[in-house]
């Protein structure tokens, strides 16, 4: 078994002392962590707690209110070129007039690439996912995994060093999400990218990673770090069956249960 | 109807439920008309009968039916180009737009016909004038529409077009355009028939040639007959160029079609 942290890779995302409010209102504070090339780093959390805006601000989509994010040690202003985002809402990121071939060529058009080469790649990235065939089907045609498919394309075809994944498998049923995940470790590995991905699938995050970024707290802060020593090949059913998966899955757990915990055992003494 | 199988057999069927009752329209009117002795309505078998001597025989396609024509062309896609980019440009600037908004409203509540005087004045009596005015008035409803159809690109496809960082070209031709289509083209096609009725108007007040002006100078030269030709011409003509559309906008739109029968079969 191949341990993947014990060099950290040189870090390619720097997050720095990060904090977001909206108005009064203070969602992230004082974030801090370092995302090293190659790395798959989940981001989980408990729902509202802010994680798609920490990922919009890590994208650039939005500008955090303080503190950084320093991409290759320079700090973002925008969406950087060498990052891809894959949404969660996969039936309103892909542009139903477009076939799926034409959906992954279009941020390659933008990019000044040939038509010959914007084809090429589309139809790599496609057959990358497992969809050669369908590259004529428009999005609608598609089921939802195949669709969520396509936008990993996309953002593969673009050939960034990160991707980003917004609860990229939240709206797909078991069996597809399952293959989804399997598909991101071995796209991973294939191709050595980056991968960023939020979920509050606690499961699925230590599947995933080899870092688990663990959001808890009001306002959010990083609860902790956990490095999966899980190796890099990773199976549905033999991971989740190994005694140190089940251990990090309630580590993880109790992280994100605990400030809940603390509210409900504040509010019972209060009355 | 059953469905049939056969296509051919569809689109006769099709037809022929299309048709039915403009034929049969027109055959009552041929026979109950045919005893009529009033000046001002002419038995329906003369006006046909004119209708080929004055327009197919005498040449009143060349001299009065292609100007309309080619003056409607013109001035419906000066109002198609200027609706799309000004609808496209306030649909983006929604701050802009509710400024400008009383200004938009007025203009657009103004009847087109009002409008007309102040075209004269400023351009005269000749063809500057009507297609001016044709695509001045018809350019409202497409822009209404694209304002509305630039507004419901969703919000993630906005995110989309930021983080894979869309040139704003291709955002516009690929993007925005597409998505707002459908309201376009509904706005295009109410923009149609707005367009004929200044056209006849426009005609009717301006320089010889065209089927307002044939229709009113018939008029007032009492030739009543020829009038009822001009009524009849412009009648198949309105008919003719909003199929022409119709087949238009379902070849461009056909993604869209098809998207909404798949949605609509997939949830019944």
């Known amino acids: ?271 | 109807m059953k469905p049939t199988r056969n296509p051919w057999a569809r689109t006769g069927a099709g037809l022929a439920w299309h048709l039915w009752l403009p034929v049969l329209l027109v055959a009552g009117s041929l026979l109950l008309s045919q005893q009529f002795s009033s000046h001002y309505f002419p038995p329906l078998r003369t006006i046909a009968e004119q209708t080929w001597v004055i327009w197919f025989d005498g040449g009143g396609m060349a001299e009065n039916l292609l100007p309309s024509l080619l003056r409607l062309l013109a001035g419906f896609c000066a109002a198609v180009v200027a609706g799309v980019l000004l609808g496209t440009l306030l649909g983006l600037m929604p701050r802009t737009e509710e400024a400008l908004r009383p200004l938009t409203d007025s203009f657009r509540a103004i009847p087109g016909a009002a409008l007309l005087p102040i075209a004269l004045m400023f351009f005269g009596t000749g063809e500057a004038m009507k297609i001016v005015l044709i695509a001045f008035i018809s350019m409202w409803p497409i822009m209404l529409n694209t304002i509305d159809g630039v507004r419901s690109v969703n919000p993630t496809l906005g995110q989309v077009m930021e983080s894979f960082k869309l040139r704003p070209l291709d955002r516009f031709w690929h993007i925005y355009l597409p998505a707002a289509a459908p309201q376009v083209f509904a706005g295009a096609r109410t923009a149609l028939a707005i367009g004929v009725a200044v056209m006849v108007v426009v005609e009717m007040f301006g320089t010889p040639g065209g089927l307002g002006y044939f229709i009113r100078h018939a008029q007032e030269n009492f030739q009543v007959v020829a009038m009822w030709t001009g009524m009849l011409v412009l009648g198949v003509f309105g008919y003719l160029l909003n199929a022409l559309f119709r087949a238009f906008e379902k070849r461009i739109l056909n993604w869209h079609h098809a998207m909404v029968a798949h949605t609509q079969g997939a949830s019944s």
């Open chain 1, 1 to 271: 078994m191949t341990d993947t942290n014990k060099a950290a890779p040189e870090p390619l995302l720097h997050i720095d002392n990060l904090g977001f409010s909206y108005g009064e209102k203070e969602i992230l504070r004082g974030l801090d962590a370092q995302i090293g090339t190659g790395e798959l780093v989940c981001i989980v959390g408990p729902s509202g707690a802010g994680k798609t805006t920490l990922l919009q601000c890590l994208s650039g989509l939005r500008p955090a209110t303080s503190g950084a994010v320093r991409f290759r040690g320079r700090p973002i202003a925008g969406p950087p070129a060498e990052m891809a985002v894959v949404f969660q809402d996969y039936s309103h990121s892909l542009m139903p007039w477009l076939s799926a071939l034409d959906n992954v060529a279009l941020p390659l058009k933008s990019a000044g690439l040939g038509k010959k080469e914007r084809q090429q790649r589309a139809l790599e990235a496609l057959e990358e996912v497992g969809l050669a065939g369908s590259e004529q089907k428009y999005p609608w045609q598609l089921s939802g995994g195949m669709q969520q498919r396509v936008a990993i394309a996309r953002a593969l075809a673009y050939r960034p060093a990160v991707i980003v994944m917004d609860e990229p498998f939240a709206s797909v049923d078991a069996q597809t999400r399952a293959d989804l995940e399997d598909l991101t470790l071995r796209v991973r590995q294939h191709l050595d990218i980056t991968v960023l991905l939020v979920t509050h699938d606690i499961d699925e995050a230590v599947y995933l990673s080899d870092r688990v970024m663990v959001l808890a707290g009001k306002p959010t802060t990083v609860a902790d770090m956990i490095t999966v020593d899980l190796g890099r090949e990773r199976d549905q059913i033999e991971t989740k069956a190994d005694p140190r998966f089940a251990g990090l899955r309630s580590q993880v757990y109790r992280l994100i249960r605990r400030p809940d915990a603390a509210d409900a055992a504040l509010a019972a003494s209060g009355r």
